[in-house]
């Protein structure tokens, strides 16, 4: 690689540091190699770095006076606004200031400013309830254009904040975005309408979804623990939900939905208003949701039409933890 | 007298600060200050039950299976529910799963980096050390970081990713274990071993797990100085980690891993070398230090309302007391309680300090992958991995498990089927606690005071060593 690496910063704001976490399962030998093989320096980051206090006042003024140049500014973690648009519910430490106001100064440096989860996304799991801390993501409120930097924020290479929402997100998804970045290969047209890279966000996590012969026929399981479709009843959102979530599996094999759970659409702007996550909204018997781009009408017929035709296999295994009927029927001469 | 502040202090997880009077180059007084607060307790009032299994495992990415286990024992316990075996199995076998990789990342990330500063550069084992636990690029964090990777593969199969999963549920896990899944996980775990037999240890669990005296440990460690655990140990004889960060040493655990009559780690108080009995009913917070209203009480009776402009506050984090007084927690407490005769020796030759936290959580590491083996041939295959229960409207309700760095409470409410309070008491808020209103200091806070601080040093060494031998967890402190 010719090109000068890029410099990274991480901070982490209102965040868990699950994000943090996910992206140190990339790569087979480590985080650090890859980072090294793809160009991108690491010039800070508050889990792994070793300078402390000082230290990292240090690395931080030095950005901030544009001594060392800020390619692509990692922000992890909702900013909080509050108490009274004071940023106090967080103050970065040993600087008296507010992590927001730091956030707020440093992305009008940085080439990239990256959102690294929901959070810094659109807000959040902190932005849930009454928003008690007015929490928000970079350049949302929730659905909402706005957040810190409001609407109109460009990093200096003219893109709007990228959004690898998640929660967490994918590691790859991460590792991706920063790596065609550093290549110079990630413009407007890689984005989706809230932003989000679409090396995700073009397909719904329910590509992939081991679940989707129950789908099909609307085969549904009424407990989580039961291997039918969890749409129907159980909340899952993996037909509205953006990601590609079981396409590439997460930690060498495992899905939401494969594990048994629903998706929670924790890649959406807002999901965290959610009420009540793991039972489906009905009126009149129908689910609130409907798959992305079906008509209500089309949904009521096929599902009827399905759900006339389920296979006594298909009907007996949705309902159960344990498959019951195999495809292959009868069994081995003993 | 001079005052130091040292922030970002990084290498925790989350936000933390120390401020630090010094005099005669050693500290005399220190303030904990944890600086962020998100208001999860605040969320989760009026939620329906259940969304706490979204809600409270994203207080944290590093404790998220914990805090889910917490959740879901706090569901059970308001359903009175009995989780299904298999169920019990699964999730103890996901909660092993990050507590392991938490020790593990604790010791090579965040730890053992603080070694390779300049100010430890005239020592015998310095090189050797700087390359080996440089941060971010030392040859140690890559082999461990693909190693943590394949361990995190249990919870991949198990409970579909981490973090922040909904696998574990009040009746025990969604996820039915196959027979392939089985063979998987044996595969992972043995691989793990391995890990931790070549390099970590540089010898067999079962010869690591047979040292019961601080004496038989020094000899091993002369014996296996080239393994990373041997390495820590010639690091701490040189520099008398035994002696630095010491707390009052009066140790809890809620106990872990719940089998089919009792808990695998015993759950009590440890005080001068006495054990005895655990009582919950005699679990306080105080908030006469935080940036929080009200006064103290017991979880299932206060909230967590904040007031930024509280005058003497400094901090967001609340005074959790056990009938009145400080208590510690995390692996040198578990280990000691569960019984654990290096843990118990190391406890009463030299109290809780550096030393003994970080040893305890390298031989709770090699327990863990024992007991994880033991666990996935125990599942029964063609049974149930969960049952199912009625919410009734209105319960009190309490969770309870062991996260890597110690005991966590779920206390839930529930008032006209929602959720009315949800209080959390997290390991850190234990162990660096605010002053109570009668002006006690919590454990890291007397940790601090006669650590030696260097002519000039604005990030001082010692201090370093002493905060994250808690393994901090910030994030869940204040959440």
């Known amino acids: 690689m010719s090109k000068a690496p890029l410099n990274v910063l991480w901070l982490q704001a209102g965040s868990c540091g699950g994000c943090t976490m996910s992206l140190l399962s990339e790569g087979a030998e480590g985080l650090a190699v890859d980072f090294e093989t793809f160009g991108l320096n690491l010039l800070w980051h508050p889990a792994l770095s070793l300078e402390s206090g000082g230290e990292a006042l240090e690395v931080l003024n030095r950005v901030a006076s544009g001594k060392t140049q800020l390619d692509i500014l990692c922000v992890e973690g909702s900013v909080l606004r509050g108490p009274n648009g004071s940023g106090r519910f967080q103050m970065m430490s040993g600087t008296g200031r507010s992590m927001a106001s730091w956030v707020k100064e440093l992305a009008g440096l940085s080439q990239y400013t990256v959102a690294v ?7 959040g799991i902190p932005a849930g309830g009454g928003n008690p801390t007015d929490a928000c993501g970079l350049m949302y409120n ?7 930097l409001g609407d109109g924020y460009r990093s200096k290479a003219g893109l709007p904040v990228i959004n690898v929402s998640g929660c967490a997100p994918h590691p790859g998804w991460i590792f991706e975005v920063l790596v065609s970045l550093a290549r110079d290969e990630f413009g407007l047209e890689d984005l989706d309408i809230f932003a989000r890279p679409r090396l995700f966000a073009d397909h719904l996590a329910h590509h992939g979804c081991a679940r989707n012969e129950f789908y099909e026929y609307k085969a549904s399981a009424s407990v989580l623990s039961e291997r039918g479709c969890l749409m129907e009843k159980l909340g899952c959102k993996a037909t509205q939900a953006s990601g590609d ?14 594990a048994g759970y629903t998706c929670i659409a924790c890649t959406s702007p807002g999901f965290e208003k959610a009420k009540n996550f793991q039972e489906t909204p009905t009126v009149g018997g129908l689910p609130v949701g409907l798959p992305v781009d079906m008509p209500k009408a089309w949904f009521v017929a096929l599902a009827a039409l399905s759900k006339s035709a389920t296979p006594e296999r298909v009907k007996k295994n949705a309902r159960s933890s344990h498959i019951t009927v195999p495809p292959a029927k009868g069994r081995v001469k003993s | 007298m001079t005052r130091l502040v040292v922030g970002p202090f990084n290498r925790v997880e989350g936000d933390l600060e120390v401020k630090l009077d010094i005099s005669e180059g050693q500290v005399v007084d220190a303030w904990v200050t944890a600086p962020m607060y998100r208001g999860f307790e605040q969320i989760l009032e009026g939620k329906t039950p259940g969304d706490a299994l979204v809600i409270a495992p994203r207080i944290c990415g590093i404790c998220s299976i914990s805090q889910s286990v917490a959740a879901s024992r706090a569901l059970a316990d308001a359903m009175s529910l009995t989780p299904a075996p298999n169920g019990r199995l699964a999730a103890n076998l996901v909660a092993a799963a990050e507590n392991l990789s938490d020790h593990l990342s604790h010791f090579y990330l965040f730890f053992m980096p603080d070694f390779t500063r300049p100010v430890y550069e005239k020592r015998p084992w310095y090189d050797d050390v700087a390359q080996r636990f440089a941060a971010v690029k030392g040859a140690a964090s890559q082999q461990f970081l693909p190693a943590r990777n394949r361990l995190l593969h249990v919870i991949g199969i198990l409970a579909g990713k981490w973090p922040h999963s909904l696998a574990i549920q009040p009746g025990g896990t969604t996820k039915a274990v196959d027979q392939g899944e089985r063979v998987r996980l044996l595969a992972v775990v043995s691989e793990t071993k391995r890990f931790l037999e070549r390099v970590v240890f540089g010898d067999s669990l ?20 080239a393994s990373d655990f041997g390495r820590f140990l010639a690091i701490a004889d040189d520099l008398k980690l035994d002696g630095l960060g010491k707390t009052p040493g009066r140790m809890m655990s809620y106990g872990a891993y719940p089998g089919d009559e009792s808990l695998w780690l015993a759950r009590g108080v440890w005080e001068n070398g006495v054990q005895s009995q655990l009582d919950l009913t005699g679990v306080s917070e105080d908030p006469a230090s ?54 118990q020796a190391i406890l009463k030759q030299s ?7 970080v040893v305890a959580r390298l031989i709770e590491a090699a327990r863990l992958i024992v007991e994880m083996d033991g666990w996935i041939g125990g599942f029964r295959l063609k049974d149930e991995f969960c049952t199912h229960g009625k919410m009734p409207d209105e319960v009190q309700a309490l969770g309870t498990t062991e996260a890597a760095r110690g005991s966590l409470g779920h206390w839930m ?12 008491v997290a390991p850190t808020t234990w162990n660096f606690s605010p002053r109570d209103a009668r002006g006690m200091p ?17 990030t001082p060494a010692a201090v370093q060593h002493i905060v994250r031998s808690f393994d901090p967890c910030m994030v869940c402190t204040v959440h």
């Open chain 2, 206 to 225: 079962e010869a690591v797990l047979a040292l019961e005296t601080t004496a038989a440990l020094k000899e091993w460690a002369g014996r296996h100085a």
């Open chain 1, 245 to 258: 979530c079981n396409l590439r599996v997460w930690n060498g094999g495992g899905t939401c939905t494969n």
């Open chain 2, 290 to 343: 935080a940036w929080l209203s009200g006064g103290p009480g017991h979880p299932f009776e206060t909230d967590t309302l904040p007031d930024a402009d509280k005058s003497g506050a400094y901090t967001w984090c609340k005074a959790p007391r056990l009938s009145g007084g400080v208590a510690e927690v995390g692996a040198l407490a578990r280990q000691s309680l569960a019984g654990h005769p290096l843990a």
């Open chain 1, 142 to 148: 929730g659905d909402r254009p706005g957040g810190l």
């Open chain 2, 442 to 458: 919590g454990p890291l806070e007397q940790a601090l005071i006669g650590a030696s601080i260097q002519e000039g040093e604005t």
């Open chain 2, 413 to 424: 409410v529930l008032k006209g089927g929602a959720i009315h309070r949800y209080q959390i």
């Open chain 1, 117 to 123: 989860g929901t959070c810094s996304s659109y807000g």
């Open chain 2, 351 to 357: 109290g809780s300090t550096v030393f003994g936290r």
